[in-house]
C-alpha cells in the first residue's frame, strides 16, 4: 500500500506528477487545491469564501481544510493506498493529519519532496496562467510557502520518510526519477 505525500513549492509539478502516480498504481488523489476549485466552479459555500482567499495567494483556513481532509481519508480507503497532492500546508495541518493517520491505522507514511529553484518556479507558474497566477498572486503564495508551508518539510524530519526529487526537466523523466525511488 502505498502512503504518498507529494510535497514542494507552488509551480514545482505536484499535481501533474500527483496525477500521474495516482492513475498509474490505482492511488485515491487527493488534490486539495482542484478540491477547492471545484467548489469555486460549483458557487458552493466553502467555494464563495475560498475564491476570495485563493485569489489573494493566502491559505484557507485550517479547520476547513482539516475537515475536508479527514472526511476525504475515511471515505476513501483503497487497498493500493493514497496520494495528498497540497496537504499539509501548515504545521497545525501536519499535526491533525497525524491523528488521522493515527485513527485509521495509517503508518509509514512517504514524503515526495520535489525541489526546483526559484527562478524556474516563478517561470512556470506565469506560463500556467491559472486566476491564482497573476504577478502579485505568485509572488504572495511563494511567500506563504516559504513561511508557513515549507516549515512542514521539517516536521516530518525523523517522522516520516522524506525522498527528495529533482523537480527540474520533462514531466515523464520527473516521473521515472519518482517511481525509481518508491
Ligand atoms: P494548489 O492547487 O495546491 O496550488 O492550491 C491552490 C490554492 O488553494 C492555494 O494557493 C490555497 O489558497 C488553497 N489551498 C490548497 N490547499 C490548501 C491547504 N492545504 N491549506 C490551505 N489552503 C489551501
Known amino acids: ?21 495516482a492513475s498509474k498504481l490505482g492511488l485515491f488523489h487527493l488534490s486539495t487545491g482542484e478540491y477547492l476549485r471545484k467548489a469555486v466552479e460549483e458557487k458552493t459555500e466553502l467555494g464563495i469564501k475560498a475564491k476570495e482567499i485563493i485569489d489573494r495567494g ?7 481544510m482539516i475537515g475536508i481532509v479527514k472526511d476525504a481519508l475515511e471515505k476513501n480507503i483503497t487497498p493500493e493506498g493514497f496520494i495528498l497532492d497540497g496537504f499539509p500546508r501548515t504545521i497545525k495541518q ?16 512517504t514524503i515526495l519532496s520535489l525541489n526546483a529553484d526559484a527562478e524556474e518556479i516563478f517561470r512556470r507558474l506565469l506560463k500556467r496562467g491559472r486566476s491564482d497566477d497573476s504577478e502579485e498572486t505568485i509572488k504572495n503564495r511563494l511567500e506563504v510557502y516559504e513561511k508557513t508551508t515549507a516549515p512542514v518539510l521539517s516536521f516530518y524530519d525523523g517522522k516520516h520518510n522524506i525522498i527528495n526529487i529533482n523537480g527540474l526537466g520533462g514531466i515523464e523523466e520527473i516521473y521515472k526519477r519518482i517511481i525509481l525511488s518508491l
Open 58 to 64: 493566502e491559505l484557507v483556513p485550517d479547520e476547513i
Open 1 to 21: 500500500m502505498y502512503k504518498l505525500i507529494i510535497f514542494g513549492p507552488p509551480g514545482v509539478g505536484k499535481g501533474t506528477q500527483a496525477a500521474q502516480i
Open 94 to 109: 501536519a499535526e491533525e493529519l497525524e491523528k488521522i493517520f493515527e485513527e485509521i491505522g495509517h503508518k509509514d507514511i
